[in-house]
């Protein structure tokens, strides 16, 4: 059975802490996910990977910084945690394009709440 | 980017039918995607459409593609209590294999 796993469901920073998100797909995917979910703005992505090492910035990667240093494991840091990245971050895997529908796979969810 | 506009809410009877209804703006999309997102859990893909296709049916689902009108949308015959949930459209970026997402409809089915 496919799996995304993300270390914390529910995380509580301070105002300037450094925060790490941790994901892990144990589906041998190529491509892995960020992604915010924030209450009537739907899904906004983050950053994302194709490979090992390789990020691309989404559509909101101000603030936020990825490491992929194995397939299988992409974390997102918060360098200096804001109020306004109080949020649900889902992180998602999918195999690569080549025979592939491009359907993503999501873990649970980690909801941060910076104070 | 992609633009996908959903409307925020949907509230049906349990037995009628529920029709969620989306637009997007790239006409180059080759897979369009419906994800269900049940409370307290991540989304799960509910059903998806190639772009050369007009309607697929999965069961109680039915999606319809109106690639002129760059508009699609979700059936589901027979509504249950159990499909409550966050429906949402995520047409691909043309050639990139990567959905943008709607911000989501909640589907609320009371008795």
Known sequence: DVKVTQSSRYLVKRTGEKVFLECVQDMDHENMFWYRQDPGLGLRLIYFSYDVKMKEKGDIPEGYSVSREKKERFSLILESASTNQTSMYLCASSPSSQGATGELFFGEGSRLTVL | ?111
């Open chain 2, 1 to 111: 980017g992609e633009d996908v506009e959903q409307s925020l809410f949907l509230s049906v009877r349990e037995g009628d039918s529920s029709v969620i209804n989306c637009t997007y703006t790239d006409s180059s999309s080759t897979y369009l995607y419906w994800y269900k997102q049940e409370p307290g859990a991540g989304l799960q893909l509910l059903t998806y459409i190639f772009s050369n296709m007009d309607m697929k049916q999965d069961q109680r689902l039915t999606v319809l593609l109106n690639k002129k009108d760059k508009h699609l949308s979700l059936r589901i015959a027979d509504t249950q209590t159990g499909d409550s949930a966050i429906y949402f459209c995520a047409p691909e970026e043309g050639g990139s294999y990567i959905p943008t997402f709607g911000r989501g409809t909640s589907l609320i089915v009371h008795p």
